[in-house]
């Protein structure tokens, strides 16, 4: 692999008669209308070909990560500050039934993993994740939407990580009597509001974004060591943390483990999946990892199952120590040590939440530059966010925009109110991704087919894959209202009926490198439960997704359908020497 150039080709979903009739002259008749131009446009998918050797160009990026750090950008883009906050509060309502949430929440994001896995070693060279991915396997516009609503996610999170980092900074500093109440809230503790609180203005988190761009700008090698380092510590205070608290633990407080029944344990693993997120951020690291096809897979799902077994720790600590109902609501770990007179463990917290907010924001930093550089090769974006620095190896222009989207919105507004719209993109892509799998996969077994079978046949399976999807929202939608439960019954039984016929109508094929186990029906599953949790999402959050939408679709129409590039045939991504990657 360590020579190797992966090419993809770009190509309209068209069966190859049809294509070959088009282009020729005989063809020629009116010019194509408006519709029909964006319409052929949108369908235009990639198709992926085998590789070939090529001699490196100089300005592509490095292949320098290998499986330990894989392993730790996957943890350090899910472990936040969140691990000593979100326990607490679901286990006010869950109880110590918390631990069923986490294990329930972490098999459910193990049936994404498992999706993220197969086609990151499918796709073992190029940057782009759950984008790439729906490009290929759909078609142009389904990948540009995918990219918007994860796009938006990443810039608000990464605003709203940045004013917590910045008040956790100011939180250490004063624990020094120099800087005591000394500090004013303009610069890192909240921010000093204008315009009825419109403006929020927040000097430190800018400032902290900024240093973060400037060491994923120097390369990947230098910030990957940094993230390392962070993660590691993260690891070690959440590790001592649990030990420290195990031997304060009252197992009588364990005791009823589920109150409020299971709906409330249910209803709490709904609320901690999104703890999991951060594992995709290892598929956009494909392009720089030294052996992909073999990395990849590891560094998802060991990643998955390091943060599964934190959590779970951390919850059976908090709920040993405390009983539930007294748990604090704003730092329920930090009040439950300093309650058994463990105040240095409280102190031992904040710095554990500074390293979890770096890393977590370094990562989501690194993984925005690298959806950018893709859309910006395949001219879906202006070709300035393609250019990668001949010497550093780095998107820089891609991240200085990054970082500069980010540190608007961190010092002037109070992006905290926009985080129950968070979430939208990581369910939107998690789903689009377990659909691509299932595509892929029929695609690879039918493409030798005769077209007019292939066409009806691909109709089909995209109708099953949509009504598996409108069937979860449904059924999370019944289950939220408390609706009856034969109307959730009846939204599980449809979607078992487009799964049987997801197995029944299409033949699968065994893929390159590591393989989804139980396709269509564990990406099937999948699909459902990501859309059950979308239906949980606030209200505002469903208006979120209908308005990008369309303004997405407004931005394709106007830019995207005419720079893309379907008549380039190769695009070539750069390799180290073999000597070096290994």
Not at 34 to 40: A, E, K, L, N, V
Not at 224 to 237: D, E, G, Q
Not at 371 to 397: C, E, M, N, Q, W
Request: hydrophobic residues 50%; neutral net charge.
């Amino acid at each position: 692999m360590g020579g190797e150039n992966v090419q993809i080709e770009k190509s309209n979903n068209n069966s190859s008669s049809s294509s070959s009739s088009s282009s020729s002259p005989a063809a020629s008749g009116p010019p194509p209308t408006c519709f029909s131009h964006f319409w052929s446009s949108a369908l235009r998918a990639k198709t992926l070909i085998a590789p070939s050797v090529r001699t490196n160009d100089g300005e592509g990026l490095l292949r320098r990560l290998g499986l330990f750090e894989l392993v730790l950008i996957g943890v350090g883009a899910s472990v936040g500050a969140g691990i000593f906050v979100v326990t607490g509060t679901v286990a006010r309502d869950a109880g110590p039934g918390v631990t069923i949430s986490f294990l329930l929440a972490g098999a459910a994001s193990a049936l994404n993993a498992l999706c993220y896995a197969e086609l990151a070693s499918r796709f073992p060279a190029v940057v782009g994740g759950a984008y790439l991915y729906a490009y290929t396997a759909f078609n142009e516009l389904t990948a540009f939407l995918v990219f918007a609503q994860l796009m938006l996610d990443y810039h608000i999170g990464a605003a709203s990580i940045a004013r917590s980092l910045a008040s956790y900074v100011v939180s250490i500093l004063e624990l020094f009597p120099f800087f005591k109440e000394n500090i004013p809230s303009w610069i890192g503790h909240g921010g000093e509001e204008f315009l009825g609180g419109t403006l929020s203005i927040n000097i430190l988190a800018p400032i902290l974004l900024a240093l973060l761009t400037i060491v994923l700008c120097w390369g990947v090698g230098e910030s990957s060591v940094l993230n390392s380092c962070m993660t590691v510590v993260k690891v070690i205070i959440v590790v001592v943390v649990i030990f420290a608290g195990a031997f304060e633990v009252d197992v009588s407080n364990w005791s009823p483990f589920a109150p409020n029944g299971f709906k409330e344990i249910l209803t709490g693993a709904t609320v901690v999946f999104f703890a999991y997120v951060g594992f995709d951020a290892v598929a956009n690291s494909a392009e720089e990892s030294k052996k992909p096809q073999r990395d990849l897979p590891i560094g998802i799902l060991g990643s998955l199952l390091i943060c599964a077994a934190l959590y779970v720790g951390v919850s059976l600590v908090i709920t040993g120590m405390v009983p539930y109902k007294f748990l604090d609501e704003d730092a329920p770990l930090s009040d439950a040590f300093a309650s058994r007179g463990l105040k240095y463990v409280s102190v031992l917290i904040s710095f554990g939440a500074v390293a979890g907010l770096t890393t977590t924001l370094l990562v989501g930093l690194y993984v925005q530059s690298r959806l950018y550089l893709g859309l910006g090769r395949d001219g879906l974006l202006p070709s300035i966010f393609a250019k990668v620095h001949p010497k550093r190896h780095t998107p820089v222009h891609s991240q200085v925009w990054v970082g500069i989207v980010a540190g608007i919105l961190a010092g002037l507004f109070n992006v905290r109110v926009l985080s129950h719209i968070l979430s939208v993109g990581t369910l939107t892509g998690y789903s689009v991704v377990s659909a691509c799998v299932i595509a892929l996969r029929w695609k690879d077994r039918t493409s030798r087919s005769d077209s007019s079978r292939l066409t009806s046949a691909w109709r089909q399976g995209v109708i099953c894959l949509i009504i598996i999807a409108c069937c979860g929202f449904g059924a999370g939608l019944f289950y939220r209202i408390n609706a009856s439960y034969i109307l959730l019954i009846v939204a599980v039984v449809i979607a078992v009926l487009a799964s049987a016929m997801l197995c029944l109508r299409h033949g699968y094929s065994d893929p390159p490198g590591f393989s989804c186990p139980g396709v269509p029906l564990l990406p099937a599953v999948s699909i459902f439960f990501n859309l059950f949790l979308f239906a949980q999402l606030h209200y505002e959050a469903w208006w979120r997704f209908v308005i990008l939408s369309f303004i997405s679709i407004g931005l394709y129409a106007f830019y995207g359908q005419y720079h893309a590039d379907p008549s380039s045939d190769t695009i070539v991504y750069h390799r180290v020497a073999v000597a070096e990657a290994q």
